[in-house]
C-alpha cells in the first residue's frame, strides 16, 4: 500500500458551489474522460453512500470497478474502490472555504495487486492530480454562473 | 458555519497501533473522564451512532453522534443532536515513520452557542479527547526507545 497526500489545490467557487458541483450539478460526470458509463445507486441515506460502478480507463483498456463514496458535507467525502484492479484503495477529500474560493487537500491510500510501490504512488499522484484538474473547469464555470 | 483544521498532531505510536487501540476496549474507558452513559444506538456497516453524556462549559450535557470509520486512514464523525448538532469533523491519520500523523478538519456548528463559542468549546472536546487518548495508548503498550 502507498500513501498519498495532494494538499492545496483551490477550486475557484466558494464551497457551497463546490458541494453543488460534486452532487452532479454542471454536468460533473462528463468532466472524468477517464470513467465512462457511470451508474449510481444511493446506498445508504444518513450519511450519503452512493454505490458508482463505471468503466475506468487502465492504458488502452476500459475495466469494470465500483466505488462507494460516502459524503460528509461540507467537510470531506470519502471514495473506497470495492473491486478493479485497485480494490481496497480509499481517498478523501477536505474541502475548506478560502474567501470566495475552495481549498481541496486529499489524502489516500493506494493499493494494486499489479502494480509496484514506486509505480502505484506515481500512479496515485497522477490520479488526484487529473482528477483536480478536470473538476477545475466545471466547477469555475458553476461559480460564475451563481456569481449575483 | 465555522471551519478549523487542527493538523501536524503526532501520535507516538505506528498506525497499526492507533487502528488496534482505536478498535479495542481501551478505548471507550479512555474518555470516562469528560463522557458517561455511553451507549451504541445503531450500527450499520462502518456506521456507529452513540448516544451519551459529556462534560462542556462545567456541565453534563446529552449528544447524539454518528462515526464512520475507514480503516486504516480516517474516521469521519457528525453531531446529530445536542449542542454542537450539525457539527462534522474528519480525524485523518498518516503514517509517519514509527509514529502516526493526525489531521483534523471540521464545520462546527451549534443551537446553542454562539459561533466563537462554539468553536472554542468544541476544540476543547476535541483537544480533552486526544489527550485522553494519548494516556490511554501510552498505558497499553510497551515502552519504547526514543531517539
Known sequence: MVWVEDKGATFDAPIDVVWKYIFGGGDHDAAHHTTRAGKMKLAFKEPII?????ERKCGTTWKKETMRISFFPP???????LDGPLKGSKWTY??????RRTRVDAYGEFRSRSLPTKKLKRWAVEFLANEFREDAPGVRAMGRAQRP | MTFF???????DASIDE???????EQHGPAHAKSGRNFRVTEEV???ATIFAE????????PFLSRSTAFPPFCICNEEVEGDFAGTKFVLVYTPDGSQTRVDVYGDVRSPT???????????????GSYEEDVAAMANTRAPRKRR
Open chain 1, 50 to 54: 452512493l454505490l458508482y460502478t463505471a
Open chain 1, 75 to 81: 467537510v470531506a467525502s470519502v471514495q473506497e474502490l
Open chain 1, 94 to 99: 477536505v474541502y475548506t472555504p478560502h474567501g
Open chain 2, 5 to 11: 483544521q487542527d493538523t501536524g498532531t503526532l501520535l
Open chain 2, 18 to 24: 492507533v487502528w488496534t487501540y482505536l478498535a479495542s
Open chain 2, 45 to 47: 456497516g462502518s456506521t
Open chain 2, 54 to 61: 459529556r462534560r462542556v462549559d462545567g456541565a453534563w450535557r
Open chain 2, 113 to 127: 452557542y454562539a459561533p466563537d463559542d462554539a468553536l472554542r468549546l468544541f476544540r476543547q472536546l476535541l483537544d
